[in-house]
């Protein structure tokens, strides 16, 4: 089975949300460059105070920073055997970084159209704690406002607000969209159709990957 994998597409395509189902269907690390940095952000760190002007506005985070921090990151023992990266890479030279240090064997690319992602990043709500994503109508918390898995508080992120969502859709088809013709090319890619409900969307990507 393929297990260094590369979830690509839009943002609030669903990458996270698959992810988080899927870790237990390849047994490899969830890896999201967006949950990394938004753990820093909150954290204070260093690096969080560095990128936050940055991600808050939608823009991407420089490409030696975020190269070095998935570097360090899949050095890790855990990421040996495989992985699913989430959100990275976004841009040609990352892909490029990710090629000379490891390989993917398979980049699953998320199918959606703008209306759909709109009404996604519209609703989401996110987990102050641990960052898992809900919906206010796709997904709500059994309890509102409120994380189904850890009792933390769910927020709207800064950059889900309209503005910052435009500027991530131009950005994603200015620098990561070319990055779909850079795996075709290199065989690689593989489409999932990323419209459905997430339980549909997980069997789609099973029989994406050829797993019963
Ligand atoms: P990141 O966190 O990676 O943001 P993104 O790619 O824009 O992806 P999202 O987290 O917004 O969406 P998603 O596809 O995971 O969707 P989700 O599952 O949440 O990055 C944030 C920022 O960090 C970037 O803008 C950049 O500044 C910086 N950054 C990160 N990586 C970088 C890199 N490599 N280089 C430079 N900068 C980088 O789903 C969305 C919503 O829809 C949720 O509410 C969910 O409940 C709902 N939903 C999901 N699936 C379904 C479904 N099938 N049906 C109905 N609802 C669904």
């Known amino acids: ?24 269907i390849v047994k490899v690390p969830h890896i999201s460059t967006g949950n990394i ?17 940055v991600i808050d506005a939608g823009k991407l985070v420089d490409d030696g920073t975020t190269i070095a921090l998935v570097k360090d990151r899949l050095s890790q023992d855990d990421a040996r055997e495989g992985y ?16 000379d240090f490891s390989a993917p064997d398979r980049v ?15 609703g989401r709500r996110t987990c102050r704690n641990c960052g898992a994503n809900f919906h ?7 309890k ?16 889900d607000k309209k503005e910052a969502i435009v500027r991530r859709l131009e950005v994603y088809r200015e620098q990561t969209s070319p990055l779909i013709g850079y795996y075709r090319e290199r065989g690689l890619l593989v489409n999932v159709d990323a419209a459905p409900p997430p339980v549909q969307v997980v069997e789609n990507f099973k029989t994406v990957l050829g797993i019963q």
């Open 144 to 159: 509102e406002n409120t994380c189904d898995s850890c009792g933390g508080d769910l927020y709207i992120r800064e950059d």
């Open 84 to 99: 699913i990266l989430d959100g990275f890479p976004r841009t040609i030279p990352q892909a490029e970084a990710l090629a």
């Open 37 to 53: 940095f938004r753990e820093a952000m909150a954290a204070k760190t260093a690096l969080g105070l560095t990128v936050k002007a």
């Open 1 to 24: 089975m393929s297990k260094k994998l590369i979830f690509l597409g839009p943002p609030g395509a669903g990458k996270g949300t698959l992810a988080a189902r899927a870790v237990d």
């Open 136 to 142: 206010i109508l796709f997904s709500r918390p059994k």
């Open 108 to 122: 699953i690319n998320f199918d959606l159209a703008d209306a759909i992602i709109l009404q996604r990043l519209g």
